[in-house]
C-alpha cells in the first residue's frame, strides 16, 4: 500500500500553538511530509502567517492583521511566510491557504523567487475555499500547483479543479467516501483530507487511499 503522506495542520496544532515557529518545527521533528499553513496579508502588504483576520485569539495583542506592520506581528509571535520558508527550507511540502485578498501577486512573487532558490512547485501548494481566488492565481501563474478546499461539495470541488488543472482537491474528510474518493483520484487530482485528528478517522481515510492527511496530530498517521 503507498504511504499516505503526513501533513501537519497548522504545523502541529495539538502540540505548539499554531501557526507559529515553533509548531512548524514540531512538525518538522515529527517527520511530516508537509505542513499547511494560513496566510493573511499585513499593513506593509507583506504575506503574514496566521489563521484568523485578527490576533486576539492567538497572541497578547487585540486588533486586524491588517492593521500591523510586519515587524509589529512578528513581535507577537506570528511569523511571515518568508520566515516560515526558511525555516522548514524544502525539507518538505508547504500547503499555503490563502485567508485574505489582495495576496495573488505578492504570493506568485514570493512562489517564483522560491523556485529561483530551489524548491519545486510540488513543495509550494496554494489552496483556497474561495475558487475564484485560485483562478486568479492561475491566471498569474500556470505553474503553480493548485489545492481546491471545500467543506460543502466535491463534486463542485472536483469541476473546479478539471477547469485549473489542479494539483490537488482539499475536502473536509467528513465528504468523502469511496466513490468520491477514486472519483477525484481518477481524475488525475491528489486528495488531501483536513483536519483529520481522530485515530479511527485517520484510519478510515487511510482506508479510502487519499493521498495524504491533515492532522494536528501528524504523528497519529503511520
Ligand atoms: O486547509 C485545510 C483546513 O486548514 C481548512 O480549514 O479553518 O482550519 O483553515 P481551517
Ligand atoms: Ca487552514
Redesign the pocket.
Known sequence: MKKTLRIG??GARAYALENTLLSFQKALDLGCDGI?L?IHLSKDNKLVVI?DDTVDRTTKGTGLVKDFSLLSLQKLGIPSLDDVLILVDKRCMV?I?IKANFVFDILNTTIIEAVKNGWRYEQLLV?CFNHQALHQIRQLNKAICLGV?TETSIEEALGTAKQLDAFAV?PDYTLLNKTNCQLIQKAGFRVFP??VNEPQDIANMKALGVTGI?SDYPDRIS
Do not use: I
Open positions: 495542520h497548522r499547511e494560513d489563521h500547503n491557504e489552496s478546499l482539499h483536513w483536519t491533515m
